[in-house]
């Protein structure tokens, strides 16, 4: 890749200058590149944050909403007859819809914890 995700190459000049010397810059072979948007000083600011510190909270993120979207396919089965009077539609219909929400929630479920 010839540019970082998530970061801007300034002009050569105007990066290395001595106007722009308090920007911070990226690590290693990407030091020529200067930060966009710039971290803060703040710990607590998640550019600064540690890579598996940053990975460990987007694994925690997944997981909470592949559990929300999860326990409500529970809820809708015993209430599929209810469902079915209150929509005026048949039992199928309402098992066939939610089905697709435990279908799709499973297949992100999947997809989001794979990104890796």
């Known amino acids: 890749m ?3 995700p998530g970061t801007v190459l300034l002009d050569e000049d105007a990066a290395h200058n001595e106007v722009a010397t308090h920007l911070k810059h990226g690590t290693g072979k990407q030091g020529h590149i200067v930060l966009a948007p710039q971290p803060s000083e703040d710990p ?8 598996w510190k940053r990975d460990f909270i ?3 993120l997944c997981y909470g909403a592949v559990l929300t979207s999860a326990t ?3 809820m809708l089965n015993p209430a599929t007859v209810v469902l079915a009077t209150i929509f005026d539609r048949s039992i199928t219909d309402i ?3 939610s089905s697709y929400a435990q279908l799709s ?3 992100i479920g ?4 794979d990104l890796k």
Do not use: G, K, Q, R
Not at 110 to 113: A, I, L, M, R
């Open 44 to 51: 607590n600011d998640p550019l600064n944050w540690s890579l």
């Open 95 to 97: 098992v066939v819809m």
């Open 110 to 113: 999947y997809v989001t914890f």
């Open 58 to 60: 987007f694994m925690i």
């Open 72 to 74: 409500l396919i529970p």
């Open 2 to 4: 010839e540019h970082v």
């Open 105 to 107: 929630t499973a297949c």
